[in-house]
């Protein structure tokens, strides 16, 4: 069983930049791929960026390549998601995920219960 919970949303303006956290409970988190999803209102949940078990493998959707960077601190049991160049359309409650498998579809096992990013034009 793993509980993640996210922080570091908020309000910031276009071009802007966030970093969110999430911390993971338990003394198995480095078992876990580990990702990044966000959902828009009225809109499916998406992927966002994932990392593998000790970080050498990531992957990202194309519309964050080059702007977000995932990461994550296997000590700490922490991954992070650095967001830069922010923009409107990145307006959405992040969630993050772990699951045994490195993947970039939804079907995680674990999940946090988000936290909100809006980004003002």
């Known amino acids: 069983q793993v509980q993640l919970v996210e922080s570091g949303g908020g309000l910031v303006q276009a071009g802007g930049s966030l970093r969110l956290s999430c911390a993971a409970s338990g003394r198995t988190f480095s078992r876990y791929a580990m990702a990044w999803f966000r959902q828009a209102p009225g809109k499916e949940r998406e992927f966002v960026a994932a990392i593998s078990r000790y970080g050498g493998n990531t992957y990202y959707a194309d519309s964050v390549k080059g702007r977000f960077t995932i990461s994550r601190d296997n000590a700490k049991n922490t991954v992070y998601l650095q967001m830069n160049s922010l923009q409107p359309e990145d307006t959405a409650v992040y969630y993050c995920?772990?699951?045994?498998?490195?993947?970039?579809?939804?079907?995680?096992?674990?999940w946090g219960q988000g936290t909100q990013v809006t980004v003002s034009s």
């Open positions: 995920a772990a699951d045994l498998s490195l993947r970039t579809d939804t079907y995680y096992d674990y």
